[in-house]
């Protein structure tokens, strides 16, 4: 239902770590708690940081004024993102005016931490130029420590953006220098835990707990609180969702403590959100309910309007779970108040997941099947939104990088003085150009090749398909017409014989004398002729239901529910939307209704059910049919075995009307069979 919450740090500079107090929600961030705790810090350090301000206007020093520089931007980054850019410029103004490399990578340090909320490619390319410059100087502290700083950051960034590979290579990276120059730092901590988050992300939980386990035994040797709080929090986390809950929650408690002792109003929350989670997961759902009140409380108190519209969402889901369908309906609206729908999100897909569910267990099963229906879209979505996401990102740095790499090329080319070198690159680019121009040629040579060859494998296949389908057609329609004609010869040829002989005997009846005997052994003929007569036509309806020629599918298929209610073998309810008034063309009426004939017929040889449902729908081009039934049920595995001449015949019509087939069942719960025509 949910993925492990998580609580990045962001390295900065000269600075302890920025707590991110997020938490994921199917990959979803959500900052409000971050938010009110950044602006506690700042209110909280006004003095010390206008102190810092009158210092900087004083100072002579250039190192001492570009080291609180960077000490000053980094602390009001998220407050005062104009005063910060300012304070970047004036480090990059002092590091080209006395020419000091190291001064440079401290802009280029501050200016991507800037960057890092909305333009990650941006700060991608500044973290890449400060670690080149960094990377210069092994023996300066400052340096080392800003180099590991900025390896966690861009794992952050391509963490964010889905690329958890990338991330992990740079939080190795950070990793192998910190053991080469700090192998005691407290850091270590967070960069094991954000380790951890990255692969619980991936479902990866071994290696996850390795790394939060590594992050809490780093926090225990450290004297800050926050950080073991946070590991605690993170190794708890891991071991819920690696299924070793007791344990986890074991730890969760003990990280809430810290929490409450130290008013860190973020773990308090993400620590019962985790619990309502692992509830969930192992269906104690009134204990699931039970915290996620607790944090619907919580975010109230804050006024978190998407925390508020998801939590009550979560309690419906597991009120949908203890079939308490009303409740949920009702905490399902109360969530819609505050949650924004206009567009696709995980949210939004939970909200029609659980009405679904609502409405089945209200009997509502149109509705029911509507919101399921949304809910394959909404997914579709969403997987198609994260893949344009994770695309866009790697499009931008490529573009980004490109553009770089033109400037860089420009910077080379203006040192470039000498004639001769000149025309060498002029003849090399020419060469370049040449080259990639007949690579171009043969690889569009080459598509093109392939793209024929593909268009005439794609024709050879429909031309099969096509005759795989008038195969089909010919099949159906041939038992059709016979099953036509041999109603008519029945209905109209032997009928007639039949009746005729029948008006015979009664004439007969009249003009002849009988004994007693004679005259009961005639009555007792003329019953049997009657008998005969009417099974003749009984055949000759189902054959081909006069209902179905005269007045059309729906009446037919009323007619057929009726008949079978009559006889008592099973209770159906039929019902049509959309078809009043409306032709449907009697090759698809015809087949049809041999379908739902087949399936009915099915339903009581083999379903032991005692009622069932008959659904038609009509509507924008689309024409569905549904028949549900309440028996046994059975695996729909067996179907790709089984030879039954029944299943097989209803395929072939569906085909033949190419149409959609989707079967359902499971032992015990039924079965469901639903037909999708587009027209």
């Known amino acids: 239902m949910r993925k492990f919450l998580s609580n990045f740090k962001l390295r900065t500079e000269n600075n302890p770590p920025l707590n991110l107090f997020s938490y994921m929600q199917n990959f979803k961030y959500c900052l409000f708690l971050f938010l009110i705790i950044s602006q506690n810090i700042a209110f909280s350090q006004n003095s010390f940081l206008d102190s810092l301000r009158t210092k900087i206007q004083v100072e002579k020093n250039d190192t001492e004024k570009v080291r609180m520089l960077v000490q000053l931007g980094n602390r009001i980054r998220t407050t005062d993102t104009i005063e910060s850019w300012q304070h970047q410029k004036e480090i990059l103004r002092i590091a080209r005016a006395t020419g000091n490399e190291f001064f440079l990578g401290q802009a280029y340090f501050l200016a991507a931490t800037l960057y890092i909320d909305k333009q990650p490619f941006q700060a991608i390319t500044n973290y890449e130029k400060a670690i080149k410059i960094f990377s210069k100087y092994p023996a300066n502290r400052r340096a080392t420590l800003s180099l590991s700083s900025a390896y966690i950051n861009l794992g952050l960034i391509h963490y964010r953006n889905g690329d958890s590979e990338t991330a992990i290579y740079y939080y190795m990276k950070a990793e192998d220098n910190y053991m080469k120059n700090d192998p005691n730092s407290a850091d270590l901590a967070i960069l094991y835990s954000n380790f951890s988050i990255v692969y619980g992300t991936i479902n990866k939980y071994d290696e996850a707990l390795i790394y939060s386990r590594k992050g809490l035994d780093r926090a225990r040797k450290g004297k800050d609180r926050i950080n073991l709080m946070n590991a605690l929090y993170a190794h708890g986390g891991n071991l819920v969702t690696a299924k070793r809950g007791t344990e986890g929650l074991a730890v969760l408690d003990s990280s809430k403590q810290m929490a409450i002792e130290m008013n860190q109003p973020g773990i308090i929350y993400s620590s019962d959100f985790m619990k309502a989670m692992y509830y969930y997961n192992t269906k104690q759902y009134r204990k699931a309910i039970e915290y996620y009140t607790n944090c619907l409380e919580f975010a109230k108190k804050y006024n978190s309007t998407p925390d508020i519209g998801n939590n009550f969402l979560n309690i419906a889901g597991n009120e949908a779970e203890l079939k308490l369908a009303r409740q949920a309906a009702a905490h399902l609206d109360s969530s819609a108040k505050y949650l924004d729908f206009s567009k696709p999100s995980v949210s939004k897909q939970m909200y029609f997941e659980n009405y679904a569910e609502v409405y089945k267990q209200l009997g509502n099963f149109t509705k029911a099947f509507a919101f399921k229906d949304s809910v394959g879209v909404i997914k579709e979505l969403l997987y198609q939104e994260d893949n344009i996401k994770q695309l866009e990102f790697r499009q931008a740095r490529y573009k980004y990088e490109k553009q770089q790499d033109a400037i860089n090329q420009l910077e080379i080319d203006k040192q470039i003085q000498a004639l001769t070198i ?214 729909t595995n067996m179907l790709k075995t089984n030879k039954g001449i029944g299943w097989i015949n209803i395929q072939n019509r569906v085909e033949f009307l190419k149409g959609k087939l989707d079967i359902r069942s499971a032992i015990g719960e039924g079965t469901s069979v639903q037909i999708e025509l587009y027209f």
Not at 427 to 432: A, I, K, P, R, S
Not at 442 to 461: A, G, M, P, V
């Open 422 to 635: 000149h025309h060498k690159n002029t003849l090399n680019y020419f060469l370049l150009a040449s080259a990639i121009t007949l690579l171009i040629i043969s690889l569009l040579t080459y598509r093109n090749i392939k793209q024929k060859q593909k268009l005439q494998q794609q024709r050879i296949s429909e031309l099969e398909t096509e005759k795989q389908l008038e195969a089909a057609e010919a099949v159906v329609k041939g038992e059709e017409q016979e099953r036509t004609r041999l109603a008519k010869d029945l209905h109209d040829g032997l009928g007639g014989m039949l009746s005729g002989i029948k008006y015979s005997f009664n004439t007969m009846k009249g003009n002849l004398v009988m004994t007693p005997e004679n005259h009961q052994a005639f009555e007792r003929s003329m019953d049997m002729l009657d008998s005969s007569i009417r099974e003749m036509r009984r055949v000759a309806h189902n054959m081909m239901p006069e209902a179905l020629v005269r007045f059309g599918l729906d009446t037919a298929l009323n007619d057929f529910c009726n008949d079978i209610n009559q006889s008592g073998a099973l209770k159906i309810n039929y019902q049509s939307i959309g078809l009043e008034g409306v032709a449907i063309d009697q090759t698809v009426a015809i087949t049809l209704y041999r379908i739902v004939q087949e399936l009915i017929n099915n339903t009581m040889k083999h379903a032991e059910a005692t009622s069932a449902i008959v659904q038609i729908t009509k509507s924008n081009g689309q024409l569905s049919v549904t028949v549900e039934d309440d028996g046994k049920g059975f695996d």
